[in-house]
């Protein structure tokens, strides 16, 4: 089983749209969450973390559930330049400062 | 200002050969990372520098693979008797000092065995 766990999409929704992406990870250690964004055929960039209480920034909001090891992502009114690959990213504390990386959920926003 | 930079940004090896990618991380940046991703997947760890120390190499995922950052500056990925299944995208990243998670990514080295 993989530590970060992603449905790959891909996720097609019109523009204006909300979408949310979920999360799961394995290890019950894991300390911190990130998610970056990845468009096709770039590096991936630091989006946002993930905080246990929950946080936002403009239309995104991201989401923390400790108990069902789960991380979600929000996105409120979709744009065309939303349209990458979100990945979902854990650090466990105990590993140092690696992040694990998900394989990343698809999304494609359409006119 | 600048960013990671990688070189070279392509790369086509014959099975066998060996390669050296390398990593110019951001100014100041203690800490370098590098990533191995393949095609539809996100990043794998490979190996983690703080300065010119070597404190993580867990990812690499063979003994053909070995990283250096002699100057805590530059960083080198070697990888002998290439194979084809080494065929990837291999990212450096830095971070700046209290920050591991904000990692900055180059653009990659893109290697394809043959």
């Known amino acids: 089983r993989k530590e970060v766990e992603q449905d790959p999409g891909p996720f097609n929704v019109p523009e204006g749209a909300t979408v949310a992406f979920n999360c799961t990870y394995s290890?019950?250690?894991?300390?911190?969450f990130f998610w970056y964004r990845q468009d096709c055929r770039k590096e991936p960039k630091l989006l946002m973390s993930?905080?246990?209480?929950?946080n936002e920034d403009g239309r995104f909001t991201a989401q923390l559930n400790r108990a069902s090891q789960y991380i979600s992502l929000l996105i409120r009114d979709s744009k065309l330049s939303d349209s990458a690959t979100y990945l979902c990213v854990v650090n466990w504390g105990g590993g140092g400062n690696k992040l694990t990386f998900g394989t990343g959920t698809q999304l494609k926003v359409e006119l | 200002g600048a960013g990671v930079s990688q070189s070279p940004r392509y790369k086509v090896a014959k099975r066998g050969q060996d390669v050296a990618l390398r990593c110019d991380p951001i100014?100041?940046?203690?800490?370098l990372f590098w990533y191995q991703q393949a095609l539809g997947q996100g990043p794998e760890f490979l190996t983690y520098f703080q300065n010119e120390a070597q404190l993580d190499k867990s990812g690499l995922p063979s003994d053909r693979f070995f990283a250096e950052r002699p100057e805590g500056s530059v960083s080198t990925l070697k990888i002998q008797r290439t194979q084809q299944e080494d065929s990837a995208v291999y990212l450096c990243?830095?971070?700046?000092?209290?920050?591991?998670?904000?990692?900055?990514f180059g653009p990659g080295t893109r290697l394809t065995v043959t």
């Open positions: 993930v905080y246990s209480s929950g």
């Open positions: 990243a830095s971070s700046p000092p209290g920050t591991y998670y904000e990692q900055y």
């Open positions: 100014s100041g940046h203690v800490s």
């Open positions: 290890n019950s250690a894991s300390q911190s």
